[in-house]
């Protein structure tokens, strides 16, 4: 589909339309313990709409007005702490990987391993400033199929991303530009 050239007024109030609901989905996170990971995918799947419009620039601000609000105004910081290490910006990067690592098993493994690195910072923030028992947090199972877990989850978290781009240019965009 092609792109039109949007107007910086649109670019604004696109911006601060995915900032706040990113916010309130971040917020809800928080609030609502019981769905504190779909909440914060939610949250992330936002700047899809940023991202599909090659407003990488605004994506960005985004991202660190969402962060900045976040931490201001959610009372727990769980879910914000694995925004901010991960699941905020990884619609933008994944946008990356994709225009420049053109062998879907590279990319395939790109993704995992950045999926890695920002969840261990998610943890280590968590406990280095926050002060969390990360290790309490787990579950108790061994430590292998911890892991397996979590790559099958980074692996359908990039399905989602997919789904929620096609989602996106298919049926939403029409309606808001």
Not at 39 to 66: M, N, R
Not at 111 to 125: D, F, K, M, P
């Amino acid at each position: 589909m092609e792109r039109a050239k949007l107007s910086p007024g649109r670019r604004l109030s696109l911006g601060a339309m995915v900032a706040a609901l990113t916010l309130l989905f971040l917020y809800g996170s928080e609030v609502l313990t019981g769905f504190r990971f779909l909440c914060a995918c939610f949250a992330s799947f936002f700047v899809v709409i940023l991202v599909e419009e090659d407003l990488f620039g605004t994506a960005w601000l985004c991202f660190l007005a969402v962060s900045i609000l976040g931490f201001i105004l959610c009372p727990d910081r769980i879910s914000w702490f694995f925004y901010v290490a991960l699941l905020g910006h990884y619609g933008i990067v994944r946008r990356f990987f994709q225009k420049f690592i053109t062998v879907p098993a590279v990319r395939s493994v790109f993704t995992v391993l950045y999926c890695n690195l920002g969840t261990a910072l998610g943890l280590w923030a968590m406990y280095a400033v926050a002060g969390a028992d990360v290790l309490g947090m787990l579950p108790d199972i061994p430590v292998v199929l911890l892991v397996l877990v979590v790559e099958a989850v980074f692996f359908l978290l990039d399905i989602l991303f997919e789904a929620a781009a096609n989602i996106y240019l298919k049926r939403v965009r029409r309606f808001l530009l």
